[in-house]
């Protein structure tokens, strides 16, 4: 039947534990990889990106992982904070000169204080 | 604050109603793309604007349409609206390099309900 709302995966962590968020992908023609953070009621902000030509991108306390192999992106989180809680989802630009933007479903984190 | 703005915030309206959407994009930027957000779907691509000219097509049905004006501003027209239109519809806007590693920033959003 129709699905009637997104089962979102749900990922618990203490605060200050790190976090792995996972992603499948499928197009092993995408060259570009995104994670958004989305808080409630605002828009997916920016976290970190990674190219196809790239294994893994640091940033501030995140740290994304691409195997290329398997087509699957990570997303780690370092010391996780209460103001980390969103959902995040990750994002594959399929390439070919596309700028077109694929979401996967998005894994809410919910940080414990 | 990505820089990207969207009005109106809410907006209600009934079926078979018309509405349009706004977006101003990030200084210098100019790609604009509208995305569409529903409990059912996600996040699914709608349509996409580079300096005033259509790029690519999504998931949009026919009775929307958009524009991008010489300012860069964008309008995202919804037409014959049904219950199903009731979503979060989203803009982004990036540089509009040729590169298209070119990331994308957000906006707000809009919430639009049908009733």
């Known amino acids: 039947g129709e699905n009637v709302g997104l089962h979102l995966p749900t990922l618990s962590v203490q605060e200050g534990d790190n976090s792995i968020i996972n992603c499948a992908y499928s197009?092993?023609?995408?060259?570009?990889f995104i994670w958004y953070k989305q808080e409630s009621g605002k828009g997916p902000q920016f976290i970190i990106d990674?190219?196809?030509?790239?294994d893994k991108r640091q940033g501030q306390r995140v740290t994304v992982l691409l195997n290329k192999t398997v087509k699957h992106l990570s997303l780690q989180i370092a010391a996780t904070q209460p103001g980390d809680s969103a959902v995040y989802f990750c994002?594959?630009?399929?390439?070919?000169?596309?700028?077109?933007?694929?979401f996967g479903k998005g894994t809410k984190l919910s940080v414990i204080p | 604050d990505s820089g990207v703005t969207q009005t109106p915030k809410h907006l209600i309206t009934a079926t078979g109603q018309r509405v349009t959407l706004r977006c101003s994009p990030r200084?210098?930027?100019?790609?604009v793309y509208w995305y569409q957000q529903s409990l059912d779907q996600g996040l699914q691509f709608l349509i996409h604007?580079?300096?005033?000219?259509?790029?690519a097509k999504g998931n949009i049905l026919e009775r929307f349409s958009a524009q991008q004006f010489p300012d860069l501003h964008s309008e995202l027209n919804l037409s014959s609206l049904e219950l199903g239109d009731s979503a979060l519809y989203f803009c982004?806007?990036?540089?509009?390099?040729?590169?298209?590693?070119?990331?994308?920033?957000f906006g707000p959003g809009t919430r639009l309900t049908v009733l």
């Open positions: 994002a594959e630009n399929r390439g070919a000169g596309s700028y077109q933007l694929t």
């Open positions: 197009n092993s023609a995408s060259d570009y």
């Open positions: 982004a806007s990036s540089a509009g390099t040729s590169d298209s590693t070119d990331t994308q920033y």
């Open positions: 990674i190219r196809s030509n790239m």
């Open positions: 200084s210098g930027d100019l790609s």
């Open positions: 604007y580079y300096n005033g000219e259509e790029r």
